[in-house]
């Protein structure tokens, strides 16, 4: 009985796992939901969307452990400041969102032209605020 139990939450776990990592790769799953998901599948949901963006042929250079933290501040700010749009977003985008801000996100094109064409002059305005340091590298070409 306790084998069968044991294998039965084994096999509950996996299917989570591969549900979780679809998801993460799906526009359902959005910042609003970022804060409720449980911390230790955040990571899993971290590195399917890097793993994602790899195929597309995008490198980052910091670890899934930093996304997972900043996601957690930025969905935290969304809340506070009530800026739906981020919150309506998928984490992915919003995962894309916070690489760039912070120089992480390469893709082949210059970080500056970049942020400007994803993000635009609106949203590089919005998040000066929150991210000055990592705008003015950004706004340096991530020199």
Not at 5 to 23: E, G, N, Q, W, Y
Not at 45 to 61: L, N, S
Not at 106 to 135: C, M, T, W
Request: net charge positive; charged share 20%; with cysteine.
């Amino acid at each position: 009985m306790q084998r069968a139990r044991v294998k039965k939450t084994f096999f509950a776990a996996i299917a989570t796992m591969l549900s979780t990592a679809l998801m993460a790769q799906t526009n359902s799953f959005t910042l609003s939901d970022w804060p409720a998901t449980a911390a230790p599948l955040k990571p899993t949901y971290v590195k399917a969307i890097m793993e994602q963006a790899g195929i597309h042929g995008v490198t980052f250079t910091r670890d899934a452990s930093f996304y997972v933290s900043e996601l957690d501040k930025f969905a935290q700010l969304a809340q506070d400041k009530n800026y739906r749009p981020y919150l309506k977003t998928p984490v992915a985008q919003n995962l894309a969102t916070l690489a760039v801000v912070h120089c992480d996100w390469h893709n082949g094109v210059a970080p500056r032209d970049f942020a400007q064409k994803y993000l635009g002059k609106e949203q590089l305005a919005l998040l000066q605020s929150h991210y000055p340091d990592a705008i003015a590298k950004l706004q340096n070409n991530c020199e």
